[in-house]
């Protein structure tokens, strides 16, 4: 069955102090891992895609990695417009996504 | 360009009644989803569908029903409402693998 575990389950951070989430997980074939933001209130918004082990994806602060079983997000000198929910999900060929939990993410000013 | 539309933002029903939570999206995407919401816990998909007149259960489909007569509209209908669907319902669009979420459904039912 496939699994996806994210870690930590929350993370407060002073504004400029860098840190990485974690998202594992357990497929037989991966189509695509993706990371999305979400803000109280509102519906996920799409971050990044990657596809194979090695890709790296940057988005101003943000940096998303990917290996054969987990990806992390990197958040470089965090600003408290960060704060968000970040969510991952895999998805296998041939099926649909599946969803981490997410990591609640507090950047403190 | 308003992306993927749900309605109503928010509703409180009473054990036993039924509802549809509307969802349209003006992206001419053929995918369409439907999850909840559940503290500590992804988001787990309810139903979903690969384009007009074809839907298909996901990991949590009982309770649900759902019908996609168009490609814009893709409603989730509560049968007979119980206090476990209590939740936050998301429906998306997805072209490419990437997903595109409207604002949420917040619902309680007592």
């Known amino acids: 069955e496939d699994q996806v575990t994210q870690s930590p389950e929350a993370l407060r951070l002073q504004e400029g102090e860098s840190s990485s989430l974690n998202c594992s997980y357990t497929?037989?074939?991966?189509?695509?891992l993706f990371w999305y933001r979400q803000d109280p209130g509102k519906g996920p918004e799409f971050l990044f895609t990657?596809?194979?082990a090695g890709e790296e994806k940057e988005k101003e602060r943000l940096k998303a990695t990917l290996t054969k079983k987990e990806s992390f997000l990197h958040i470089t000198a965090p600003k408290p417009e960060d704060s968000a929910t970040y969510l991952c999900?895999?998805?296998?060929?041939?099926?649909?996504?599946?969803f981490g939990p997410g990591t609640r993410l507090s950047v403190l000013p | 360009n308003a992306g993927v539309t749900q309605t109503p933002k928010f509703q409180v029903l009473k054990t036993g009644q039924s509802m549809t939570l509307q969802c349209a999206q003006d992206?001419?995407?053929?995918?369409m989803s439907w999850y909840r919401q559940d503290p500590g816990m992804g988001l787990r998909l309810i139903h979903y569908?690969?384009?007009?007149?074809?839907?298909d259960q996901g990991e949590v489909p009982n309770g649900y029903n759902v019908s996609r007569s168009t490609t814009e509209d893709f409603p989730l209908r509560l049968l007979s409402a119980a206090p476990s669907q209590t939740s936050v319902y998301f429906c998306?669009?997805?072209?490419?693998?990437?997903?595109?979420f409207g604002a949420g459904t917040r619902l309680s039912v007592l």
């Open positions: 992206m001419n995407h053929e995918y």
């Open positions: 990657l596809y194979s």
């Open positions: 569908s690969v384009g007009a007149g074809i839907t």
């Open positions: 998306a669009s997805s072209y490419g693998g990437i997903q595109y």
């Open positions: 999900a895999v998805q296998e060929y041939g099926q649909n996504f599946v």
């Open positions: 497929v037989s074939g991966l189509r695509g």
